[in-house]
Structure formats: structure tokens, C-alpha cells
Nanobody, 121 residues
């Protein structure tokens, strides 16, 4: 049984940082590319960032480039999303997902339940 569990969300002020974590079980984590998505109230889920299975290549959505960093720790079976310079428009529920080994464009097979990030003064 595959399980992805996100953590690290919370309430922060504009300009502050958060690091999200997503720990996986039930799959050979080192063989999977991983991604983060987010969904704001009333909006569709959108892609945020993805990292290839080997951890040495990543891709980001334009709104987060230069502010967010995705990384993968196979020993901890965890993918991280370091979020800096957070803005109110980053407020959303953040989800991690696992995908095919050689692509960071999906399809995304397994999903976590999400962690809420709220940016407000």
C-alpha cells in the first residue's frame, strides 16, 4: 500500500519561509520522480515543481522560480519543498505526488492528502 504523507504547512507572514516534507512508503522511492502541486480555494490544482528520480534535475512553475526549491532524499524517502519569500498568492493546499522514473512531467500516479500553507499578515 502506497502512502505519501505531507507535513510542514502553516501560517506565515509575507516574506517568510517554510519547508514542506513528503515522506513515502510502499514504493521504491529512489525509482520515482516526485512533484509538488497546489490548489487554492476555488481554483484548479496547479503544478509547482518536480524532481527527476535521480534528484539532479528539476523543473518549476514560473510563479515560483527563484523562490522555491525541490529536493529528494532517498535515504529518508522524503521529498522537500523549500519555499522562500512567500506571498499571499502562495496560499493553497500543497500536495506531493509520485511519477515515472525518467520524466518529471508525469503522469502522477500516487498523491498525498495535502498540507495547508497560508500566507497572511
Amino acid at each position: 500500500q502506497v502512502e505519501l504523507v505531507e507535513s510542514g504547512g502553516g501560517l506565515v507572514q509575507p516574506g517568510e519561509s517554510l519547508r514542506l516534507s513528503c515522506t513515502a512508503s510502499g514504493l521504491p522511492f529512489r525509482d520515482y520522480s516526485m512533484a509538488w502541486f497546489r490548489q487554492a480555494p476555488g481554483k484548479e490544482r496547479e503544478f509547482v515543481a518536480a524532481v527527476i528520480w535521480s534528484g539532479d534535475r528539476s523543473v518549476y512553475a514560473d510563479p515560483v522560480k527563484g523562490r522555491f526549491t525541490i529536493s529528494k532524499d532517498d535515504a529518508q524517502r522524503t521529498v522537500y519543498l523549500q519555499m522562500n519569500s512567500l506571498q499571499p498568492e502562495d496560499t493553497a493546499k500543497y500536495f506531493c505526488a509520485s511519477g515515472p522514473k525518467f520524466s518529471y512531467y508525469g503522469p502522477w500516479e500516487y498523491w498525498g492528502q495535502g498540507t495547508q500553507v497560508t500566507v497572511s499578515s
